[in-house]
């Protein structure tokens, strides 16, 4: 098993940008999350979905938005990318408990 | 602010000390999750507790979850360098994952 693959691992965008973030998790866990980590900070939540065609916002939702069109995939679209985007982008799935993250993408906005 | 409270925020001893660190809140969660995470990769999960007071041992790492399910401590025997890392909890509330900001452990040979 991969388990949660994302990508692309690095970008740099500039203002105004926009792009989609990828994650595909193998596991087949209907609940699927989108954090972002800032420098010497904790994860903070940014949308989930408790499985495929339902999502919801977590603690910081603005300026991103979220599909989860099928039970492996789901995605995180920045449309306009702001300085303020610029961190560490992990994606999660989990069963009942356990979550398990993907690698990780650091995105940089200039 | 942070829903989940960590402390402390940085903790640097030597190899062979034992360690405890904190993780509080005011909301009840129904599981808490503690993850180590090393530079540049993903939080890698220890363990999960679930019951309120439940103690949790994993060889040197004992974890326990407060008895009103909204704090947890993390106790480290005998720290061993391979043992640095950011250490970060995290609480389920219904379908809503929140992370503590970390405590970063630096264990010196």
């Known amino acids: 098993n991969a388990g949660v693959t994302q990508t692309p691992k690095f970008r740099i965008l500039k203002i105004g940008q926009s792009m989609t973030l990828q994650c595909t998790q193998d596991?087949?866990?209907?609940?699927m999350y989108w954090y972002r980590q800032d420098p010497g900070m904790g994860l903070k939540l940014i949308y989930y979905?408790?499985?495929?065609?339902?999502?919801d916002k977590g603690e910081v939702p603005n300026g991103y938005n979220v599909s989860r069109s099928t039970t492996e995939d789901f995605p995180l679209r920045l449309e306009l990318a702001a300085p303020s985007q610029t961190s560490v982008y992990f994606c999660?799935?989990?069963?009942?408990?356990?979550?398990?993250f993907g690698p990780g993408t650091r995105l940089t906005v200039t | 602010t942070q829903l989940l409270e960590q402390s402390p925020q940085f903790l640097s001893i030597q190899e062979g000390e034992n360690l405890t660190v904190y993780c509080n809140s005011s909301?009840?969660?129904?599981?808490l999750q503690w993850y180590r995470q090393e530079p540049g990769e993903g939080p890698v999960l220890l363990v999960t507790?679930?019951?309120?007071?439940e103690v949790k041992k994993l060889k040197r790492l004992t974890f326990q979850f407060g008895d009103a399910r909204k704090d947890s401590s993390l106790h480290i025997t005998a720290a061993q360098p391979g043992d640095t890392g950011l250490y970060l909890c995290?609480?389920?509330?219904?379908?809503?994952?929140?992370f503590g900001a970390g405590t970063r452990l630096t264990v010196k040979p």
């Open positions: 979905s408790v499985g495929a065609g339902i999502t």
């Open positions: 507790v679930v019951t309120g007071g």
């Open positions: 596991m087949n866990h209907n609940y």
């Open positions: 999660a799935s989990s069963g009942v408990y356990e979550q398990y």
């Open positions: 909301s009840v969660f129904s599981s």
């Open positions: 995290a609480g389920r509330s219904n379908n809503d994952m929140r």
